[in-house]
């Protein structure tokens, strides 16, 4: 059974850092480079929306939201996925969740992203809150 475990989150003053991390569990090593993995938020009363991803070949993807801020990387199945958050502001707070699929094109933007539903795999999530 594959599970994700999203942690790292906290309370940050706008302009500051935070990196998440998200522990996979119950995906083989020979297969976790044909996953897609992305990271999305969801704010009280909004959708959930996609914020970045990383395919097997470490092509990234953006939400214009987060773009030249956010940082996503992967490591192997055992160092998982990353966030690197910098110069947060208190539009990004929001549960963020990280998730996992072997999908194809592995895309937060342009006209066709992917969507949570998209994904088989999800973690809880892990609270960010940036003061102003």
């Known amino acids: 059974q594959v599970q994700m475990v999203e942690s790292g989150g906290g309370s940050v003053e706008a302009g500051g850092s935070l990196t998440l991390s998200c522990a996979p569990s119950?995906?083989?090593?020979?297969?976790?480079?044909?996953?897609?993995m992305a990271w999305f938020r969801q704010a009280p009363g909004m959708e959930r929306e996609g914020v970045a991803s990383?395919?097997?070949?470490?092509?990234?993807t953006y939400s214009e939201s987060v773009k030249g801020r956010f940082t996503i990387s992967r490591g192997n199945v055992r160092n998982g996925l990353s966030l690197q958050m910098n110069n947060l502001k208190p539009e990004d707070t929001a549960m963020y969740y990280c998730?996992?699929?072997?999908?194809?094109?592995?895309?937060?933007?342009?006209?066709?992203?992917?969507?949570?539903?998209?994904?088989?795999?999800g973690g809880q999530g892990t609270q960010v809150t940036v003061l102003s």
């Open positions: 998730a996992a699929e072997n999908l194809v094109p592995c895309t937060v933007e342009g006209d066709d992203p992917a969507t949570w539903d998209r994904f088989a795999y």
């Open positions: 119950g995906i083989q090593y020979s297969t976790f480079r044909d996953y897609c």
């Open positions: 990383i395919d097997g070949n470490g092509r990234t």
